[in-house]
């Protein structure tokens, strides 16, 4: 999962407005974007959205 999938998903346009609907900070997103989101946050992500969203081993980089 990525944060253009978390944008997608929350139908976002910006990452401020991701960071309003999610309650992570705009730093975190970005952070996010450069690294890859948690897999932990990953797996959270996909419960709250009841599958919609999808965690993956293969979207973190090292």
Same mark, same amino acid.
């Given at each position: 999962? !990525?944060? $253009?999938?978390?944008?997608?998903?929350?139908?976002?346009?910006?990452?401020? /407005? #991701?960071?309003? @609907?999610?309650?992570?900070?705009?730093?975190?997103?970005? !952070?996010? $974007?450069?690294?890859?989101?948690?897999?932990?946050?990953?797996?959270?992500? /996909? #419960?709250?959205? @009841?599958?919609?969203?999808?965690?993956?081993?293969?979207?973190?980089?090292?």
């Amino acid at each position: 999962m !990525k944060v $253009e999938d978390l944008m997608h998903h929350h139908k976002c346009k910006t990452r401020r /407005e #991701l960071a309003l @609907k999610t309650g992570y900070s705009e730093v975190t997103l970005w !952070k996010w $974007e450069k690294k890859g989101i948690p897999l932990r946050t990953q797996a959270v992500f /996909e #419960l709250t959205t @009841k599958g919609k969203l999808k965690a993956d081993l293969a979207s973190l980089t090292s």
